[in-house]
């Protein structure tokens, strides 16, 4: 059974940092396009970042609202993808939520709350 697990969110104030953890069971997150998206109350889930499989060659991708501020990056060994989160906006707040992708077989977890107070 996969199961991909968020970890990490909270309430931080503005130009604060916070570290979002996305453990995986069930699969090898190397084998993955792993990312990390968002939503909030009444709009669309977005895309924040994403690393693509390491035989993809683990490119980085990360949404125009985010670059230099956030990383996205994996540790193969412990099987979790994380995200850095530096100098939050209030703009930031929302459940952030992590996805594995295979062949658009895509797993989601159940997202953890950021809180980015002004």
């Known amino acids: 059974q996969v199961q991909v697990v968020e970890s990490g969110g909270g309430l ?13 069971s069930g699969i090898t997150v190397s084998f993955y396009t792993m990312g990390w998206y968002r939503q909030t109350p009444g709009k669309q889930r ?52 992590c996805s594995a992708n295979k062949f658009n077989r895509v797993y989601w977890g159940q997202g953890t709350q950021v809180t980015v107070s002004s």
């Open 46 to 97: 977005e895309l924040v970042a994403t690393i693509s499989s390491v035989g993809s060659g683990g490119s980085t991708n990360y949404a125009d609202s985010v670059k230099g501020r956030f990383t996205i990056s994996r540790d193969n060994a412990k099987n979790t993808v994380y995200l850095q989160m530096n100098s939050l906006k209030p703009e930031d707040t929302a459940v952030y939520y």
């Open 12 to 24: 931080v104030q503005a130009g604060g940092s916070l570290r979002l953890d996305c453990a995986a």
